[in-house]
Nanobody, 125 residues
Framework: QVQLVESGGGLVQAGGSLRLSCAASGRTFSNYGMGWFRQAPGKEREFVAGITWSGLRTYSDSVKGRFTISRDNAKNTVYLQMNSLKSEDTAVYYC???????????????????WGQGTQVTVSS
């Protein structure tokens, strides 16, 4: 079992920044891939960014150049640094863990077996 706890969400003005954190426990963190997804009201959950166990990163086109995913294996934590936030970034953000050892970043929710409870990010325009 893997437990994931997100933090760092909140209310920010357009153009501002937030850093989300996701603390993992229960397995060897360095062995699995991590992803960030988001879900806005009335919309499907969508991929935002991911990082494999080896450090390979992938971003959605909508956040590329603005968001940065990173991981600290010593702290069992993955981060999502979000800069130049826009109103369309408003959503509940979820972190997820992929324990399959996949060599690429999973971009579909079905590729992740464990999920956090989510943290709300609201960007005011």
């Amino acid at each position: 079992q893997v437990q994931l706890v997100e933090s760092g969400g909140g209310l920010v003005q357009a153009g501002g920044s937030l850093r989300l954190s996701c603390a993992a426990s229960g397995r060897t963190f360095s062995n699995y891939g991590m992803g960030w997804f988001r879900q806005a009201p009335g919309k499907e959950r969508e991929f935002v960014a991911g990082i494999t166990w080896s450090g390979l990163r992938t971003y959605s086109d909508s956040v590329k150049g603005r968001f940065t995913i990173s991981r600290d294996n010593a702290k069992n934590t993955v981060y999502l640094q979000m800069n130049s936030l826009k109103s369309e970034d408003t959503a509940v953000y979820y972190c997820a863990a992929d324990l399959t050892g996949r060599l690429r970043v999973g971009v579909r929710p079905s590729e992740y077996g464990y999920w956090g409870q989510g943290t709300q990010v609201t960007v005011s325009s």
